[in-house]
């Protein structure tokens, strides 16, 4: 199946430790997107990727940490820095082909941090 | 950054009611998606509609980019369409993607 695939759906971390969320896409898409939800609210971009071994902050990037070694992988880190990681990521991918760049999102990984 | 607000953010609704929700956005933008967020948060991708009209099934969307809105409908409405609606903006630059923008959201419950 074509798609977007995030790793683990569920995952619980101590504090102080550092944990890493899979987003694995088999669509050939250009770009991929990090987001953050927090119950009740919307989505905060945290870091997104145009191209391989290219990333860019979003607008809540602290305490994070990305890696685009492969088109088809963007794993996200989130660090002991980041003070309050319980939340709900997201992961997406976009072509990027002229003016045309549909979205499509991986079913989450809800993080939560015992 | 382009700024997107949803309208209204909390809607209530009896089966069978027909909806107009709305999306303002602050600047002209190529891409506009519209999303529905299930109860176990998967994005569902409803349009892709930077510009016109489009429908499928009991929802359609139209959106005026010269005007900088979107509107999506949902007609005869069903519980199953509860939840959460986004719409997302971005645009294309000589750098190639910029990032998706979300709206707020509205939410949408529907009573049996």
């Known amino acids: 199946d074509g798609g977007i695939t995030q790793s683990p759906k569920y995952l619980f971390r101590k504090e102080g430790q550092n944990v890493t969320l899979s987003c694995e896409q088999n669509l050939n898409h250009d770009a991929m997107y990090w987001y953050r939800q927090d119950p009740g609210q919307g989505l905060r971009l945290i870091y997104y990727s145009q191209i391989v071994n290219d990333f860019q902050k979003g607008d809540i990037a602290e305490g994070y940490s990305v890696s685009r070694e492969k088109k088809e992988s963007f794993p996200l880190t989130v660090t002991s820095a980041q003070k309050n990681p319980t939340a709900f990521y997201l992961c997406?991918?976009?072509?990027?082909?002229?003016?045309?760049?549909?979205?499509?999102f991986g079913q989450g990984t809800r993080l939560t941090v015992v | 950054g382009i700024q997107v607000e949803q309208s209204p953010p909390d809607l209530i609704l009896q089966e069978g009611a027909n909806s107009t929700l709305r999306c303002n956005f602050s600047d002209s933008v190529n891409n506009l998606q519209w999303f529905h967020q299930n109860p176990w948060g998967q994005l569902i991708n409803l349009f892709y509609?930077?510009?016109g009209t489009k429908q499928n099934g009991r929802l359609s969307a139209t959106t005026v980019a010269t005007e900088r809105y979107s509107l999506l409908y949902i007609s005869s409405s069903q519980t199953t369409d509860s939840g959460v609606y986004f719409c997302a903006v971005n645009r294309v630059s000589n750098f190639g993607n910029e990032k998706l923008t979300f709206g707020t959201g509205t939410r949408l419950t529907i009573i049996p």
């Open positions: 997406a991918s976009s072509i990027v082909s002229g003016g045309y760049t549909e979205a499509f």
């Open positions: 509609i930077p510009s």
